[in-house]
Structure formats: structure tokens, C-alpha cells
């Protein structure tokens, strides 16, 4: 008998892509319209959820699959960092 996943990772794949890719296109759109230190913040939120799902995930994706993730995590903390600022 093997033990069942219950794990938040075991979640998130059930969860529909589209939908996940709407609600966070609608988080980075809420967070660059967002006045100053607002959308700073709330995309800094979402380059933590999205680095921990990254680190979570590291071993499950291929070595060609991963540069494009951590360049995308980049552009997302720059942008954050650039509306602080």
C-alpha cells in the first residue's frame, strides 16, 4: 500500500492551468496598476509564491525548462523593486 499525497504540492496539480493563469496575470496586472509602494508590494508577494513553487518544484522540471522560470522570477522581483523605488 502506498501512502497518498496530501501535500499542497499534490494540489496544485488539480488546479485548472487556464485558471491559474488568469488569476496570476491578474495578480501582475493588479500589482503594476497599483500606486507606488501598493503594487510593489503585492508583486513582491507574488515573486515569493511564485519563487517557493519554484524551489518546491526544482527537481521535477528539466535543466532546458528551468533558465526561462528563474529568468521570469527575475523580471518580476525588477519590477517590483522598480515600483518601490
Partial sequence: ??????????????????????????????????PG???GALLLVLAGAVAALLVATWSAHPPRARLPRVLVLTVLVTAALVKIL
Avoid at 491559474?20 to 501582475?28: E, M
Wanted: charge should be positive; proline fraction near 8%.
Fill in 1 to 34: 500500500m502506498q501512502p497518498t499525497q496530501n501535500g499542497p504540492l499534490s494540489r496544485f496539480g488539480r488546479v485548472n492551468p487556464t485558471a491559474a493563469f488568469l488569476g496570476t496575470l491578474a495578480l501582475v496586472l493588479a500589482g503594476l496598476f497599483a
Fill in 37 to 39: 509602494i501598493i503594487g
